[in-house]
């Protein structure tokens, strides 16, 4: 049982839309990742998702809306609701969602990452 410095966790890697384990409790992964630019739009069917802004800001885009999520701030999205992340600049983002999450949801493309790296 060690404390978890999550800017020492951002500042090992460069890269976007690339989620990283830092931590697993009762079957939820906590993740960070860098988000820059837009995402794809998705949805997880079974799952729900929590994007905590740590540096930075970003906006999630809905179908029928769009909520700017900003340091210190976070935003649950429910199982279903088709999304898209989109960050004007880089922002650092804490996720913590069920281990079974995949970061592309129902839809497959470059961006998926179907075995995060653990740091």
């Known amino acids: 049982m060690d404390a978890v410095n999550l800017n020492a966790k951002l500042a090992l890697f460069d890269t976007h839309w690339d ?9 939820q ?29 970003f ?28 960050a004007s600049r880089e922002a650092h983002v804490l996720l913590f969602e069920p281990v079974s999450t995949l970061n592309t949801g129902d839809v497959s493309g470059p961006l998926t990452v179907h075995s995060p790296e653990r740091l």
Do not use: C, Q, Y
């Open 29 to 57: 992964h906590v993740k960070v990742v860098k988000l820059l630019g837009a995402f794809v739009w998705h949805s997880h069917e079974a799952e729900d998702e929590l994007f905590l802004v740590i540096r930075g800001a």
């Open 59 to 86: 906006t999630m885009e809905f179908r029928d809306r769009s909520v700017v999520v900003s340091e210190g701030e976070f935003l649950i999205v429910p199982r279903g609701v088709a999304h898209r992340p989109v």
């Open 19 to 27: 989620p990283k384990v830092v931590g697993e409790l009762n079957g």
